[in-house]
């Protein structure tokens, strides 16, 4: 039979338009229904807070819901010995050390931290040893500046070699405005922090290590003939706070980082620079009882959750599932969940070959025209490059295509 140009063409146009039948094109994922969409409720301002900076930080969403002088620095007290909860924790979950370590009280730790330096102290006698999980204790609930210093120098051998490890783990975790010289948190040159920072290392070690974070919910804890009370008051004034750390010297003022959760909600405040124990406890529940009133935090969308299919040129498969490697959740003002308005960023062509988790758009949310949510949308499988004549023919029809 004679060759037919137009015949030819046709055919072409015919098996392109059968390729792209059903093709799955990038729509705008929809977020998952609200358990019950509760009717908006106008947001008054926050509270008024006494002191330097303070912020309140959604712990799911990592969003802050309110805040002043945030990245200001500030001297972060004993709150530093969160961090240095942080360290050991780490250290503990790499096998490093031990829970039953025996730990020395050396003279060092006693004469920087102890009674006489009129600090906060455990009471572990000096040249004596304790179990590191103790002593631990003794530090998060007690405040010990002696238990800070002899558990920096049992895990790194001196507390500066420790606070390198300190400031290693603030840079991972994206603690930009923050620098520790000491695991304790006495006044220091070049020792500082931010109300963010310390709110993002709050939602850090809740997150990654919530056994050690349980021991700032003791209230109380005894060390030979010393019995101290945990100095966070919230403690005893609402059961929905399980930590986390107070803070105090002259040049920091009274701070509070606070943690609770009602429900599926979990918020974190922290007062830095407030004037006395009574007013940074009422300040740190007066923000958490207005986080809990006025936002509400929703789970838009799971983990391997399929949010678009995207056709794929040249591969063994045609189409490519696509979604994120993480949950969304997003933190709004009650009654405004329905205003959520998700899109979706991805390129209009997509070549095989491409690999589980490989990185292909982005998905945004926005609400009241600001982005409040951005995640990596994600390829769900792997897709192999197809054979020789398949990439043959999907090079014709791309171009095809093209023109």
Not at 105 to 114: F, I, V
Not at 185 to 203: F, K, M, Q, W
Not at 248 to 255: D, E, F, I, R
Not at 294 to 304: I, K, N, S
Request: include cysteine; aromatic fraction near 8%.
């Amino acid at each position: 039979m004679k060759f037919s140009p137009s015949r030819f063409v046709a055919a072409a146009a015919a098996a392109l338009s059968v390729a792209t039948i059903g093709l799955a094109l990038a729509q705008s994922p929809q977020p998952a229904p609200a358990p019950a969409p509760a009717p908006e409720v106008a947001t008054p301002p926050p509270p008024s807070i006494t002191g330097t900076a303070w912020i309140l930080m959604d712990y799911e969403t990592g969003q802050v819901l309110a805040g002043e002088n945030i990245d200001e620095r500030v001297e972060p007290a004993s709150i530093t010995k969160v961090m240095t909860s942080y360290v050991i924790a780490s250290e503990l979950e790499a096998g490093r050390i031990s829970e039953d370590d025996q730990v020395m009280m050396t003279e060092n730790a006693w004469r920087k931290g102890g009674a006489a330096t009129g600090g906060s102290f455990s009471g572990f006698e000096v040249n004596q040893t304790a179990p590191l999980l103790d002593m631990e204790i003794g530090m998060a609930v007690q405040s010990g500046n002696d238990a800070a210093i002899a558990l920096a120098e049992h895990v790194a051998g001196t507390e500066e070699a420790f606070a390198s490890l300190m400031n290693a783990h603030a840079q991972r975790l994206g603690m930009a405005n923050s620098h520790f010289v000491n695991s304790h948190g006495l006044s220091e040159e070049n020792h500082y922090s931010t109300a963010r920072d310390l709110a993002v290392l709050g939602r850090a070690i809740i997150r990654d290590f919530p056994d050690i974070y349980a021991h700032n919910k003791i209230r109380e804890f005894t060390v030979g003939p010393i019995t101290q009370r945990n100095r966070n008051l919230l403690l005893w004034r609402d059961d929905a706070v399980d930590g986390i750390k107070t803070g105090h010297h002259s040049g920091a003022g009274y701070c509070l980082m606070a943690s609770a959760q009602r429900g599926d909600q979990r918020l974190i405040s922290v007062v830095m620079g407030s004037t006395s124990e009574a007013q940074r406890a009422n300040d740190s529940m007066a923000l958490l009882n207005w986080g809990f009133r006025f936002f509400e935090t929703h789970r838009l969308y799971d983990a391997g959750e399929e949010l678009a299919t995207q056709r794929i040129w040249k591969g063994r498969d045609n189409e490519l599932s696509l979604g994120l490697a993480e949950p969304l959740l997003v933190s709004t003002a009650r009654g405004k969940y329905e205003q959520l308005q998700p899109s979706m960023d991805l390129p209009a062509t997509l070549v095989a070959p491409v690999e589980e988790g490989q990185v292909m758009g982005t998905v945004r949310v926005m609400l009241d025209g600001e982005v409040v949510a951005e995640r990596p949308l994600v390829a769900l499988q792997a897709v192999e490059r197809a054979g020789f004549f398949k990439r043959l023919w999907h090079e014709f029809l791309m171009w095809w295509q093209s023109e």
